[in-house]
C-alpha cells in the first residue's frame, strides 16, 4: 500500500505499509527510540529489544508488526500483541509509533485499518491500546477508526511533572460487542 505526501508542489514522497521482516529489526528500533526520545507519546524511554530480540519478535507467529517505510526509512511501527492465555486469545494489544515528521499524514490510520483487516482474518475479535489523556489527536483518531473509551486510569502517569490519566480504548472486529 501506498500513500502519497505532497511537500508543497516540490516533491511527493510514497509512504508504504507492509509487514515487518526480520530484516527491519534496526530501523524498527531507531523508530521506537525516536519516539521515546520526544518523552511525551510512549511509556518507555529507551527500547528494551536488541536487535536480534526485535527479529525475535516480528517471527513470533502470534504477533503481527507492520511498518511504514519512506525512502528506505522505517517512519512509523504498528505492533500487535495477541492474549498470551486460553481465555484472552480473542484479543491482542496494539501499539503505535510514528516518527516526528511524518506525523498527521494517514500514516497511523493506514496501519491501523491493516491491522484491523488482520485481526478480522486471523478471528481475533477485540483489539485494546492505552493512550495518554493528553493526546488528544490519538484520541480522536483512533475515535474515528471505530474504538470507543472503555475506562481510564486517572493519574496513571507523571508527565513533566503533572499527572496523566492512562486511556484504555477497544475496537470490536464483530458487528456486535459480547
Known amino acids: 500500500m501506498f500513500l502519497k505526501k505532497n511537500d508543497g508542489e516540490q516533491s511527493v514522497d510514497e509512504y508504504i ?16 527510540q525516536s519516539v521515546m526520545d520526544e518523552k511525551q507519546y510512549l511509556i518507555g524511554e529507551f527500547y528494551m529489544f536488541t536487535e536480534r530480540g526485535e527479529q ?18 522505517i517512519v ?4 500487535l500483541q495477541r492474549g498470551l492465555h486460553k481465555k484472552n486469545r480473542h484479543t491482542v494489544n496494539l501499539g503505535i509509533a510514528i516518527k516526528s515528521g511524518h506525523r498527521h499524514l494517514g500514516i497511523g490510520t493506514r496501519l491501523i485499518q491493516e491491522a ?5 482474518k486471523r478471528g481475533i475479535e ?14 480522536s483518531a483512533y475515535t474515528k477508526l ?11 502517569f507523571i508527565i513533566d511533572g503533572k499527572y496523566v490519566d492512562d486511556v484504555l480504548m477497544t475496537y470490536y ?5 459480547p
Request: proline content about 1%; aromatic content about 2%.
Open 17 to 32: 505499509i507492509r509487514k515487518a521482516t526480520s530484516r527491519d529489526a534496526k530501523g524498527i528500533i531507531e523508530c521506537m
Open 56 to 73: 525475535e519478535r516480528i517471527r513470533n507467529p502470534d504477533d503481527l508488526t507492520l511498518v511504514s517505510e519512506n525512502n528506505g526509512t
Open 76 to 79: 512509523g511501527v504498528l505492533t
Open 116 to 120: 484491523q483487516k488482520e485481526c478480522r
Open 126 to 139: 477485540k483489539i485494546n491500546l492505552e493512550v495518554f489523556s493528553t493526546n488528544l489527536a490519538a484520541i
Open 146 to 156: 471505530g474504538f470507543r473509551i472503555e475506562g481510564s486510569r486517572k493519574g496513571q
Open 173 to 177: 472486529t464483530r458487528d456486535q460487542e
